[in-house]
């Protein structure tokens, strides 16, 4: 009797059990209550060529121990709700050095069907024959291992998504990716070279480019920087996910060195100094093209002059061989070949009884009466004529007398409109506190680093 009593009420109890299972699940829904039965597409494997597991594919249950419950996780609840909701792709990579699209894909567990049908829809829009090894993809699956859903991102400005409708077919999809645009600032003191001060502070040879550029109506970057030299720079910089992607303009830069300061302003499409004048004027400071490849502005070279301006007319400004010789200003040629002790040379004839002259060429590019732009190539450096080594000599003459080139007067271009000057100082007063703003910013993330550092 007592045993019949206790199976009715294990039965009552397992009855009652069930009914509260059905009911529950009825009302919440049967995932809400397991939400990570169905979450295999919530892993996400990263394929890395150094990797020995590449190509395998990862069971759902490695990334949660079997005993564990994701939702005991003590503290971090939303945060696993926000992973589960995320759409992450099963297995993503970069397609590798030596590899193609479909080897990679062959690897990742794809079948060759699958992978011949996913090339087909992708003909259309992308040639997989044109694959780069950066170029990164990421795969989606449903059950059976069948690919759902298939991204190729051949640059950080594009991607194609592939995805399967219920034929089976794939359509692909291109996606322009729109880059953030981002303003920073950064203030560098010269120490043993221009792009050592500028890369030191994580920017990359691009910059010093473009400053360089704004600069070369004003300064001589040969001569000119002094060890302590300061640099401000605000310019735009272009990411995708915190991926860097370009440099936009430079909006404002200031030069504060030993031998004499310049600001510019980025403003109607130019650069203008502090009180509104055009930088861009009728020379060019130096005929010769530097970059990192050959001194990287460095201090050390600032000094190549060998011989005084007084003695032999010209400035030498030493260069590798074959660097390029370009014209200080728009003029017309005058003279290109031999000319005993210039060896190969240029002459360009410029307005106001300006002449100009780039000695010792290896390769004379432009020809007589030939009209020539400022910043065009001319020439490529080298040693001919008489020299002891490779160098660019430049001359600037005035009705037939050479003067010294760091002491003529340069031309200033067309000022600007007093509606435009008012439009204009608001902009540098905006920018210059901008420049504070972030310069300040970035000196409090430094402190806030030093302080974080262990002594
Ligand atoms: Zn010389």
Not at 58 to 72: I, L, R
Not at 148 to 166: C, Q
Not at 178 to 207: H, T
């Amino acid at each position: 009797m007592n045993l019949i009593n206790k199976y009715v009420q294990l039965i009552c109890i397992v009855l009652l059990l069930a009914v509260s299972v059905v009911f529950l699940s009825s009302s919440i829904g049967i995932t809400s209550i397991f939400p990570f039965s169905e979450e295999k597409s919530t892993i996400t494997k990263i394929i890395d060529d150094n990797s020995p597991a590449s190509g395998e594919s990862v069971p759902a249950m490695e990334a949660f121990p079997p005993d564990s419950n994701p939702d005991d996780t003590p503290g971090d609840g939303t945060a696993m709700k926000e992973i589960a909701m995320a759409v992450a792709p099963d297995i993503q990579g970069v397609i590798g050095r030596n590899n193609t699209v479909y080897g990679k894909l062959i690897s990742c567990g794809l079948s060759p069907t699958q992978i011949l049908n996913l090339t087909q829809a992708f003909n259309k829009t992308f040639d997989f024959r044109a694959a780069g090894p950066d170029d990164k993809f990421q795969i989606f699956l449903a059950g059976n291992n069948q690919l759902k859903k298939f991204i190729y991102s051949p640059d950080p400005l594009r991607e194609y998504i592939a995805e399967r409708n219920e034929t089976g077919c794939f359509t692909v999809s291109k996606q322009e990716l729109i880059p953030e645009k981002r303003v920073e600032a950064i203030e560098v003191s010269l120490d043993s070279s221009l792009s050592k001060a500028i890369l030191n502070n994580g920017e990359k040879q691009g910059l010093v480019d473009q400053l360089v550029n704004i600069f070369s109506w004003d300064i001589d970057f040969y001569l000119f920087p002094r060890k302590g030299d300061r640099i401000t720079i605000l310019y735009e910089k272009y990411f995708i996910d915190d991926t860097f992607i370009k440099y936009g303009d430079i909006l404002a830069a200031k030069y504060a060195g030993e031998n004499g300061s310049f600001s510019s302003f980025f403003f109607d499409g130019g650069y203008y100094d502090e009180q509104g004048d055009p930088l861009r004027k009728m020379f060019l400071r130096i005929p010769v093209k530097f970059g990192v490849k050959t001194s990287g502005y460095s201090i050390r070279r600032f000094h190549p002059v060998k011989k005084k301006y007084k003695s032999h007319n010209g400035i030498d400004y030493g260069a590798r061989m074959g660097t390029t010789i370009f014209a200080t200003a728009n003029g017309k040629v005058i003279f290109s070949g031999w000319k005993t002790g210039y060896g190969k040379v240029i002459i360009l004839k410029h307005p106001n009884g300006y002449l100009t002259y780039y000695a010792h060429c290896s390769k004379l590019i432009a020809k007589k009466g030939q009209f020539v732009d400022q910043g065009e190539t001319i020439a490529k450096v080298g040693m001919t004529g008489i020299v002891t080594g490779p160098h660019v000599h430049y001359e600037v003459r005035i009705n037939g007398k050479p003067v010294d080139p760091r002491r003529i007067k340069n031309f200033k271009g067309t000022p600007l409109s007093p509606r435009k000057l008012e439009q204009f100082r608001t902009t540098v007063q905006s920018r210059l506190l901008l420049v504070e703003e972030k310069t300040r910013q970035n000196s409090k993330e430094n402190r806030l680093v030093l302080a974080d550092t262990p002594e």
